[in-house]
């Protein structure tokens, strides 16, 4: 959900965060307005699956449109706000720290921009203990493994704002018993043209068993958490009513945490290149309270 003043942008930007093979990218693309210029990055630390991902960029003919980065999340070699949404699909459960994950996505995020990822997170079954629960950790390699509601709470000491969470762990088991179907159904009906393949899929249809009955013990859920990046107004004019703040989404100007990103003037307030190049970098929206625009050198405000 873009900002209104972006919906309709010819440069809109988004990050893959740990973007795998690129997948999730290249059906984003595929799916996106074809009247919209839409530029996409993907963020993968992975040598061998940028790889993939690039020949399938190809393949769908989006090289124009996508650039495939080597990296992590945690330390993103990116500037501050350069994009419109940030995602990420399953893959903050590999994060060290949650919360340097969740800061740096907000760091690259430009103000009013969206943060949307899905990806397991530690069940809350109060019956579970603690030795079933660290079973699970050890096994799949897990760092900083936390449950819905704090991964929420870590999202807002981020930065971000209206955040809310969707639980999708209904939608994830009805998937895996869809899967542990088909795998049986190959096994009983399909013919293998060598042993190792049937051990392949017996042994894919155990770990899905598996993850099915861990999803009723409460091990673990699935769920996907949106969120979005306030702006800092600044006022360089008296206006006509009092400002009352209604918003979550617009800090106050004394709030020294985030820089200020919209500036608001009037039809009194001139605006010449001069005094919008002496501007912070930080500004990216200036808005008048005038019917014209005779008083704003809207070049300079493009360049």
Request: hydrophobic fraction near 40%.
């Amino acid at each position: 959900d873009m900002q209104p003043h972006r919906r309709k942008a010819n440069d809109l930007k988004f990050v893959d965060l740990g973007s795998g093979t690129g997948a999730a990218v290249v059906q984003i693309l595929e799916r996106a307005d074809p009247h919209l210029v839409v530029h996409a990055t993907c963020l993968n630390m992975c040598h061998e699956q940028n790889i993939t991902a690039k020949a399938m960029v190809e393949e769908k003919k989006f090289e124009n449109q996508v650039e495939i980065i080597e990296g992590t999340f945690e330390n993103a070699p990116f500037e501050e706000s350069v994009f419109d949404l940030v995602f990420s699909q399953d893959s903050f459960i590999h994060s060290v720290s949650k919360k340097q994950t969740y800061s740096e996505a907000y760091r690259i995020a430009k103000p009013g921009g969206a943060f949307v990822f899905c990806d397991l997170m530690a069940g809350d079954n109060p019956d579970l203990t603690p030795a079933e629960e660290q079973k699970f950790v050890e096994t799949n390699v897990l760092n900083d493994w936390l449950n819905p509601s704090q991964n929420v709470q870590t999202v807002k000491e981020a930065g971000w704002k209206d955040v809310e969470l969707v639980d999708l762990t209904a939608d994830m088991r009805i998937s895996f018993q869809l899967m542990f179907k088909k795998v049986n159904f190959s096994l009983e009906h399909k013919q293998f043209g060598s042993n190792r393949n049937r051990v392949v899929l017996m042994n894919y249809s155990k770990k899905i068993k598996e993850r099915i009955k861990q999803i009723d013990q409460g091990i673990f859920k699935w769920c996907v958490i949106h969120a979005k990046k306030p702006v800092k107004i600044d006022f360089l004019c008296k206006t006509p009513v009092p400002f009352v703040n209604t918003s979550k989404l617009i800090l106050e100007k004394d709030d020294e945490e985030n820089k200020t990103s919209i500036v608001v003037v009037d039809i009194v307030t001139k605006m010449p290149r001069e005094k919008i190049m002496q501007l912070p970098s930080s500004i990216k929206l200036l808005i008048t309270m005038s019917a014209g625009l005779d008083h704003i050198d809207t070049s300079a405000c493009k360049e």
